[in-house]
């Protein structure tokens, strides 16, 4: 069975930074296009970065030129950076592979104070 665990958020100031991580377990990672979500109460979860196979990357519109999607195939773990934090940014974080059916982990909380 597969697991996430996302770490790495926390409280930052508006145009701070923050890198998230989310290790997995249970499957080597190399195969599987994977992404980082972001989710506010009330809302749908919403897929903000993806990275495929390759290490090509891919983002929404408001993340672009201030998040970087990374991953280490050997760590089986995937990365966000996240610079110049807005307070529309804050929300919990969850990984996962958007072709496969895993179960989300528990996400990290960014809260980001203006």
């Known amino acids: 069975q597969v697991h996430l665990v996302e770490s790495g958020g926390g409280v930052v100031q508006s145009g701070g930074s923050l890198r998230l991580s989310c290790t997995v377990s249970?499957?080597?990672?190399?195969?599987?296009?994977m992404a980082w979500y972001r989710q506010t109460p009330g809302k749908f979860r919403d897929l903000i970065a993806s990275i495929d196979t390759s290490g090509r990357p891919n983002y929404i519109d408001p993340v672009k030129e201030r998040f970087t999607i990374t991953r280490d195939n050997d760590k089986r773990t995937i990365y966000l950076q996240m610079n110049n934090l807005k307070p529309d940014d804050m929300a919990t974080y969850f990984c996962?592979?958007?072709?496969?059916?895993?179960?989300w982990g528990p996400g990290t909380q960014v809260t980001v104070s203006s």
């Open positions: 996962n592979a958007p072709d496969e059916s895993w179960s």
């Open positions: 249970g499957t080597w990672i190399t195969i599987y296009r």
